[in-house]
C-alpha cells in the first residue's frame, strides 16, 4: 500500500471504486501525509462513492451512471481515449480487474491501490441469530461475493436449513451466480444498480410479492 501511494502524486486520473474505497483510499492517504494532487481527474464509482469523498471536502470531476459498475464508468467521456495517462485506482483486496485491463487495453498506465479488504468476521452478530432462529428471516442483501460467503461459512451446519427459502437481493449476476454455486436455494432478485434506492425498490417488490400470494 505505501508503495503504490507514492504513484498518487503524479497521477493523471484517480478512479474511486466504492465508498470504502473512499474512506479507506483517503485514510490512507492522510497517514502517509499525502494529498491527491490538484491537476488530478477523480472519479467516482456511483453517488454513494461521490458522497463519501465529498466528506472530505473532495468534488468527483465525474461520476458514473447506474448500475454504477466498472462498465459505466469506462462510458464516461474522461476514459474515452487515456492513452499515455497515469490512473491510480483506489479499490479492495480481491476485486474484479476488468476496469484495469480495460484501461491498459487503451493504453492508460494503471496502479491499483488496494486499500482494504473483505474479511470474515469471528462470529455473527449473536442478537441476529437468536431472531433469526425465533422468527425467521425473509429477505437478505448481500452486495458482495465476499459476503455471502462469509455468511455461508459463519451459518455453518445451518446454513443449508436457512438459507433454503429466505429470499436474497443482491447487485449483479456475478453475486447471483456465486451463491448459487454456495448453495443458496431461495429466490434471488437482482436490483437494478448498487444504490440503496435499488435495493430498497428490490426488497418492496419481493414483499409486495409475497403479500400478494
Known amino acids: 500500500l505505501a508503495q503504490a501511494l507514492t504513484a498518487v502524486a503524479t497521477a493523471d486520473i484517480v478512479i474511486f471504486v466504492s465508498p470504502n474505497a473512499a474512506e ?4 490512507a492517504l492522510r497517514q502517509a501525509r499525502l494529498v491527491l494532487p490538484s491537476g488530478a481527474l477523480v472519479l467516482a464509482m456511483g453517488p454513494g462513492t461521490a458522497a463519501k469523498l465529498q466528506e472530505d471536502g473532495i468534488i468527483a470531476t465525474a461520476i458514473s451512471k447506474a448500475p454504477f459498475n466498472s462498465e459505466a464508468l469506462m462510458e464516461l467521456n474522461i476514459l474515452a481515449a487515456p492513452a499515455g495517462q497515469l490512473v491510480v485506482i483506489f479499490c479492495g483486496e480481491g476485486g474484479r480487474d476488468w476496469l484495469s485491463e480495460s484501461l491498459k487495453d487503451k493504453g492508460a498506465r494503471v496502479i491499483p491501490v488496494i486499500c482494504y ?3 470474515l468476521p469471528p462470529a ?3 442478537r441476529v441469530i437468536a431472531y433469526w432462529q425465533d422468527h425467521g428471516i ?3 442483501t448481500l452486495t458482495s461475493i465476499a ?3 462469509n455468511l455461508w461459512i459463519l451459518l455453518k451446519d445451518r446454513s443449508k436449513r436457512w438459507l433454503r427459502d429466505v429470499a436474497v437481493v443482491t447487485v449483479s449476476e456475478r453475486i447471483e451466480t456465486a451463491c ?3 448453495g443458496y436455494e431461495g429466490k434471488i432478485a437482482i436490483a437494478d444498480h448498487a444504490g ?6 428490490a426488497i418492496h417488490t419481493h414483499c409486495h410479492t ?4
Request: include cysteine.
Open 24 to 27: 479507506h483510499g483517503l485514510s
Open 117 to 119: 479488504r473483505r474479511s
Open 124 to 126: 455473527a452478530d449473536p
Open 138 to 140: 425473509d429477505v437478505l
Open 147 to 149: 459476503a455471502a460467503e
Open 180 to 182: 448459487r454455486s454456495l
Open 196 to 201: 440503496h434506492d435499488a435495493l430498497l425498490q
Open 210 to 213: 409475497i403479500n400478494s400470494c
